[in-house]
């Protein structure tokens, strides 16, 4: 199979001023029915048009022992559009969390782990396809067998599907398969530290196809850990079987850290120090040889830090690095604050708090036009059973105030890199003002090679170029406006390499 030109990073830019409005987060909206069943783990995809696809674990189907994998779709504004869909049972007693992605093919993908005894079958990862309508395409089937925690979930450039989880604690795995659930790379040891034992892992996907592993790293007894890394390539090639990222020191601990790549293959971790019983919320930037290029607090002298997996990071529409976190609770109830940082280490948002209450299982989703969306499971009453899947989101408070006429640039430029190393061709369309653009590829015959349709742009909106296609010339197409006479439009030539 041939492998294309590397990262393709064409960016349309709008001159304008960054000002600071302040916004507030709204108040908690239910997404599951209100009964005495529980919901828990959510997990929030958008779609290309902005709504909003829930992934959770529930027991509203009463089957002992086990708990089911269901799905919803509501409209960007809210709007359920589905009922809760089951897509199959769990009999897993803990760390049951789906992972979900959009796939660059415009399908949902979403794997979880089936941790504990089933009659007739093994424990497994189990993967399920649907379309964003929530139609069923391919139904839940088992992947790779395997008593796992919490697999993740990533698409490479080739749109093959990559996970990686842990083992008993002791022992972390890769593994490939396509988006019809063949499997490609069988389950691969990344990392055995023995007896020692890991847990509460994150990671990423890179630009060059790369995995970022975060996890605890216990060195000495169990009160005593670090911040472990490794990293692996979608061909199965362990690079990096373990470094530390914090040092394996007695008076200090840390808890944990979500991770983050940008388009320059930095690297991005939020996590928690402790020093001498005192809780430090941090946000580190680092390079692919792991040397740190910034590391600041947060906030500090809280009473507890937020473990893996409680803390959440991402990048927004303007390439800003978003850090939600654990203040003032223990373990998992706890509630949650946002900062935002610039890429080079500014503070552009200090931290505020998203919720008051102690919530559990919180999950950050970032939407293109800027609106982020905190998700989790919360219950009004403490002592009852049943708890729901709520969010609260906010528009950005850097908001963009336009200075020029037109919604597209006259120059457009365009850089590819590193080439030919990776296939992944990756269009970056930035539209601070906002309108209506569309998105077409195009060969040297005119003929449309790939269709991105017209839709409304505000802030950073990415997309996937390259599979599929033979080596060549083609002309990348942008226009504004809408109908058969575009306001503006843009032609740049693009060269696909084998």
């Not at 990423?204 to 490794?230: A, F, K, P």
């Not at 003032?328 to 949650?336: C, E, F, K, S, V």
């Not at 850097?398 to 990776?422: A, C, H, Q, T």
């Not at 309108?435 to 990415?462: A, T, W």
Request: charge should be negative; proline fraction near 4%; include cysteine.
């Amino acid at each position: 199979m041939p492998r294309y030109a590397a990262t393709l990073l064409t960016t349309l830019t709008l001159c304008g001023l960054l000002s600071l409005q302040a916004h507030a987060w709204t108040d908690p909206v239910l997404v599951t029915p209100p009964d005495s069943s529980m919901h828990l783990y959510p997990e929030l995809v958008f779609d290309n048009d902005g709504n909003m696809h829930y992934f959770f674990v529930g027991d509203k189907d009463q089957i002992p022992w086990g708990h089911d994998i269901y799905y919803c779709k509501l409209l960007r504004d809210g709007t359920r559009v589905t009922t809760d869909i089951r897509l199959d049972t769990t009999y897993s007693a803990e760390n049951m969390a789906p992972s979900a992605l959009l796939g660059e093919e415009g399908k949902l993908h979403v794997i979880w782990n089936d941790y504990i005894w089933q009659p007739g079958d093994s424990s497994a990862i189990y993967y399920c396809r649907l379309d964003v309508n929530g139609n069923i395409e391919i139904p839940a089937k088992s992947i790779f067998y395997t008593r796992a925690k919490e697999p993740l979930l990533f698409q490479d450039s080739w749109g093959n599907l990559n996970a990686v989880w842990l083992v008993e604690n002791d022992t972390l795995f890769y593994g490939k398969f396509d988006t019809t659930g063949q499997v490609i790379i069988s389950k691969t040891v990344v990392y055995q530290p023995g007896s020692i034992g890991i847990s509460n892992l994150e990671a990423c996907m890179d630009g060059l196809d790369q995995i970022h592993c975060t996890y605890r790293h216990y060195w000495g007894v169990w009160t005593e850990y670090n911040l472990g890394y490794s990293r692996i390539n979608s061909d199965g090639q362990v690079l990096i079987d373990y470094a530390p990222l914090t040092p394996q020191t007695g008076d200090s601990s840390c808890g944990g850290a979500d991770i983050i790549a940008d388009d320059s293959n930095d690297l991005y971790i939020s996590y928690m120090l402790r020093l001498s019983n005192v809780f430090y919320q941090r946000v580190r930037k680092f390079n692919q040889n792991l040397d740190t290029i910034w590391d600041y607090t947060m906030v500090d002298n809280q009473l507890a830090g937020a473990l893996i997996g409680n803390g959440d990071i991402g990048q927004d529409y303007l390439g800003n690095i978003v850090c939600v976190f654990v203040n003032n609770g223990i373990g998992l109830d706890a509630q949650r604050m946002r900062a935002t940082y610039s890429t080079n280490g500014e503070e552009l948002i200090p931290a505020e708090t998203i919720i008051e209450e102690e919530v559990l299982f919180g999950d950050l989703a970032l939407r293109a036009d800027g609106v982020a969306v905190f998700s989790f499971t919360w219950s009004e009453d403490s002592y009852d059973p049943g708890n729901e899947v709520y969010y609260c989101w906010v528009e950005d408070e850097l908001s963009v105030v336009s200075e020029v006429s037109e919604v597209l640039p006259r120059e457009l430029s365009i850089s590819v890199y590193p080439n030919p190393v990776n296939s992944r061709a990756n269009i970056s369309i930035i539209n601070p003002q906002g309108g209506d653009v569309h998105v077409q590829l195009i060969d040297p015959l005119g003929r449309i090679v790939h269709d991105y349709g017209e839709f409304f742009l505000q802030g950073r909106k990415e997309l996937l170029l390259g599979k599929g296609l033979s080596s060549g010339v083609y002309y990348l197409s942008v226009s504004s406006g809408s109908g058969t006479t575009p306001t503006t439009e843009i032609f740049k030539p693009i060269v696909m390499l084998k």
